[in-house]
């Protein structure tokens, strides 16, 4: 997948993951994030009742911990339709300066006085607070790998056995978030797995400071770990600007996507079938479109590109628009810069739009290299370009016109066909006769 993909992958899982932050859960999240919370509970309290440990719970380094962990989950970066916050800072001297067994109980606790500013401000949905204890099935990973390899006793000499406790919290974690993702959503949750790699760079490349901190703080004292609060508060300060360029990101998105819809409203204002025959083009190309298995960056132009393959029609006259026989040669060489105008107006909006515009030109092109207007031929088209184009020929053929009457669509399926390898791509052709049949 290209760079341009992933980021609008990333763009639209942005976007998702803020939408559902503030909006209530669906029953079904209701009941997986309540079952992976209760799982959740059950083994961080059995852990922390049945399993003994070499240190008893302190109060003040409880406290010290406990506050050190919720400023560090202040600093939120967002991931994918998720987040990410750097207390792994915390979490190791945990590890070593709690009880071990009871680190991911506290952690769970911890989380949740951490997100209670969310939840007052409205960013969260306090219905979304059960969440937090599904969030926290990376504690429980490497707590039991040093209670079960008997290194909860800090050593530099058990240096592996860390190594393996980081790789078991990135397991359980990521086992956890596949799991939810799966239950909730139904189907592979593959894209947003591989978008949220970065966590896991982050955690761990903050996870030495954690273990410098956790060997300092039993030298010199619990107090030690509040110094990686400065460290936290830079990485607040970096998560902000983040925030920031995603939001303009995401507003920058939403504001191509408005200028392709209004664009779309004027080409229907002008022309109410050209309007209505593009909208029907949009739906079908996406069809078209995902069972090809277009990537992201494909498919958004894929969509543009339907909506907008007949805008250049607003330059050409309305008495050649709506003429009721056909078209004679010079009115047809008219009709025919009407990609051309298209791209050019397209062009003119900049940005994403600009990008559809070289589709929308070449969305009269044939496969064969009779099309219009620079005889394009094979894969010298676009790929959206080719879907749009059969997409569009299909939904003239099955759609009245001023000229005749709708063909059957068996007919124009037929027709399809008949023209795959000559009009239209083979694959692309097959594609639409396989969802139209369905």
Same mark, same amino acid.
């Given at each position: 997948?290209?760079?341009?993909?992933?980021?609008?992958?990333?763009?639209?899982?942005?976007?998702?993951?803020?939408?559902?932050?503030?909006?209530?859960?669906?029953?079904? @999240?209701?009941?997986?994030?309540?079952?992976?919370?209760?799982?959740?509970?059950?083994?961080?309290?059995?852990?922390?009742?049945?399993?003994?440990?070499?240190?008893?719970?302190?109060?003040?380094?409880?406290?010290?911990?406990?506050?050190?962990?919720?400023?560090?989950?202040?600093?939120?970066?967002?991931?994918?339709?998720?987040?990410?916050?750097?207390?792994? %800072?915390?979490?190791?001297?945990? %590890?070593?300066?709690?009880?071990?067994?009871?680190?991911?109980?506290?952690?769970?606790?911890?989380?949740?006085?951490?997100?209670?500013?969310?939840?007052?401000?409205?960013?969260?949905?306090?219905?979304?607070?059960?969440?937090?204890?599904?969030?926290?099935?990376?504690?429980?990973?490497?707590?039991?790998?040093?209670?079960?390899?008997?290194?909860?006793?800090?050593?530099?000499? !058990?240096?592996?056995?860390?190594?393996?406790?980081?790789?078991?919290?990135?397991?359980?974690?990521?086992?956890?978030?596949?799991?939810?993702?799966?239950?909730?959503?139904?189907?592979?949750?593959?894209?947003?797995?591989?978008?949220?790699?970065?966590?896991? =760079?982050? !955690?761990?490349?903050?996870?030495?400071?954690?273990? %410098?901190?956790?060997?300092?703080?039993?030298?010199?004292?619990?107090?030690?770990?509040?110094?990686?609060?400065?460290?936290?508060?830079?990485?607040?300060?970096?998560?902000?600007?983040?925030?920031?360029?995603?939001?303009?990101?995401?507003?920058?998105?939403?504001?191509?996507?408005?200028?392709?819809?209004?664009?779309?409203?004027?080409? @229907?204002?002008?022309?109410?079938?050209?309007?209505?025959?593009?909208?029907?083009?949009?739906?079908?190309?996406?069809?078209?479109?995902?069972?090809?298995?277009?990537?992201?960056?494909?498919?958004?132009?894929? @969509?543009?590109?339907?909506?907008?393959?007949?805008?250049?029609?607003?330059?050409?006259?309305?008495?050649?628009?709506?003429?009721?026989? =056909?078209?004679?040669?010079?009115?047809?060489?008219?009709?025919?810069?009407?990609?051309?105008?298209?791209?050019?107006?397209?062009?003119?909006?900049?940005?994403?739009?600009?990008?559809?515009?070289?589709?929308?030109?070449?969305?009269?092109?044939?496969?064969?290299?009779?099309?219009?207007? !620079?005889?394009?031929?094979?894969?010298?088209?676009?790929?959206?370009?080719?879907?749009?184009?059969?997409?569009?020929?299909?939904?003239?053929?099955?759609?009245?016109?001023?000229?005749?009457? =709708?063909?059957?669509?068996?007919? =124009?399926?037929?027709?399809?066909?008949?023209?795959?390898?000559?009009?239209?791509?083979?694959?692309?052709?097959?594609?639409?006769?396989?969802?139209?049949?369905?």
């Amino acid at each position: 997948m290209t760079q341009a993909s992933e980021t609008l992958d990333m763009e639209r899982l942005f976007a998702r993951g803020r939408a559902r932050a503030i909006a209530a859960p669906s029953a079904r @999240e209701r009941s997986v994030e309540g079952g992976a919370a209760l799982a959740f509970l059950a083994v961080a309290i059995g852990m922390a009742l049945l399993v003994d440990s070499p240190r008893s719970l302190d109060g003040p380094t409880l406290a010290v911990l406990v506050g050190a962990y919720v400023v560090a989950c202040r600093a939120k970066f967002d991931f994918a339709d998720g987040y990410t916050v750097p207390t792994e %800072l915390v979490l190791v001297p945990m %590890l070593f300066l709690l009880p071990t067994p009871v680190v991911p109980l506290v952690v769970s606790l911890s989380w949740a006085l951490g997100r209670l500013m969310d939840y007052a401000s409205g960013a969260t949905s306090v219905r979304r607070a059960l969440h937090v204890f599904g969030d926290c099935w990376h504690a429980v990973g490497p707590a039991l790998v040093l209670i079960l390899a008997g290194a909860q006793v800090f050593s530099w000499s !058990d240096w592996p056995i860390y190594l393996l406790a980081l790789i078991a919290q990135f397991t359980f974690d990521l086992t956890a978030t596949a799991i939810r993702l799966w239950l909730i959503e139904g189907g592979s949750p593959r894209v947003e797995l591989r978008l949220i790699a970065p966590v896991y =760079a982050l !955690d761990a490349a903050l996870a030495p400071v954690g273990l %410098l901190t956790a060997f300092a703080a039993i030298e010199l004292g619990t107090g030690v770990c509040l110094l990686v609060l400065p460290l936290a508060g830079t990485l607040a300060i970096l998560s902000r600007e983040r925030q920031a360029r995603i939001d303009q990101a995401l507003e920058l998105s939403e504001a191509y996507q408005g200028t392709a819809m209004l664009l779309g409203d004027v080409v @229907e204002a002008d022309d109410a079938y050209t309007g209505s025959h593009s909208r029907g083009v949009v739906e079908l190309s996406l069809d078209v479109a995902d069972r090809l298995g277009l990537d992201s960056r494909q498919r958004r132009n894929v @969509e543009f590109a339907a909506l907008l393959h007949d805008v250049g029609k607003i330059a050409v006259p309305k008495e050649i628009i709506n003429k009721p026989g =056909a078209l004679d040669e010079a009115e047809w060489e008219i009709m025919r810069q009407h990609t051309i105008e298209g791209e050019a107006m397209l062009k003119r909006v900049g940005g994403v739009l600009a990008d559809v515009g070289r589709i929308v030109r070449s969305s009269h092109e044939h496969y064969d290299g009779s099309g219009y207007p !620079d005889g394009l031929a094979g894969e010298e088209i676009p790929i959206e370009a080719r879907v749009v184009t059969c997409c569009d020929a299909f939904s003239a053929m099955t759609t009245t016109r001023s000229y005749r009457k =709708a063909m059957p669509v068996d007919v =124009a399926l037929a027709e399809v066909r008949a023209c795959a390898g000559s009009q239209f791509d083979p694959r692309v052709a097959e594609a639409l006769a396989e969802i139209a049949e369905a």
